[in-house]
């Protein structure tokens, strides 16, 4: 059975939304925005909620970037606490 991505030089299938024109992608999303605030389900965000979104995002970021560091030092100074300059120890 031949796949839908023959032919393609990236080897990626020419189907679907990510695949089109992002200006294509573009238009296609705003007339769905369009469409929900005519029908009235479209949420506007006030400045207190934006600004409540703004502040969880840097906790979150804050967090991931402490984890991070805290990994990669934690894995460097067990190779720096020998005193022999081994990672095996100073009694081989």
Not at 27 to 41: C, F, P
Not at 62 to 88: E, K, T, V
Request: hydrophobic share 20%.
């Amino acid at each position: 059975m031949a796949s839908n991505n023959q032919g393609t030089p990236s080897g990626k299938s020419n189907r679907g939304f990510a695949s089109m024109d992002p200006q294509r992608q573009r238009e296609i999303a705003s007339e769905g925005g369009r469409a929900a605030h005519e029908k009235g389900t479209a949420h506007e965000f006030t400045s207190e909620e934006a600004r409540e979104a703004g502040r969880k995002g840097g906790q979150a970021r804050s967090a991931n970037r402490r984890s991070a560091l805290g990994q990669s030092s934690s894995s460097s100074s067990s190779f720096h606490a020998s005193s022999s300059g081994s990672p095996h120890g100073g009694d081989r």
